[in-house]
């Protein structure tokens, strides 16, 4: 899409790190107003877990990477916590990104 005005989303993806380690990957926070270490030591509050801070090199977007698959539980949080817009939480898959929220209000299980 050649839309300029790029809608701010959060995207809430899955990346496989070293050996079996899986991490959840959420990026899109600083864009919609959330500092980066609020939201860090918020989520290692809630996912009792390692949570660091990134910079993706391709898009300079600031990223939050918690340590295991807590897609869903994040979607939830980011939704009843900081009042995200359901609109605005999307799921990160190969292709690109699918919507976190069914059209009925429920949160869809992680692709």
Request: charged share 30%; proline share 6%.
């Amino acid at each position: 899409s050649s839309n300029k005005k790029k809608t701010k989303i959060i995207e809430v993806g899955l990346a496989q790190r070293k050996g079996k380690k899986k991490v959840t990957i959420v990026s899109g926070l600083v864009e919609l107003g959330m500092r980066e270490k609020t939201a860090q030591s918020a989520f290692r509050k809630r996912f009792a877990t390692g949570v660091g801070v990134d910079k993706d090199k391709a898009t300079g977007k600031v990223e939050v990477v918690i340590q295991g698959d807590v897609r869903y539980e994040m979607i939830k949080f980011l939704h009843e916590t900081y009042k995200v817009p359901p609109k605005l939480l999307f799921y990160r898959t190969k292709s690109g990104v699918e919507p976190a929220f069914a059209p009925e209000g429920f949160i869809y299980p992680p692709p």
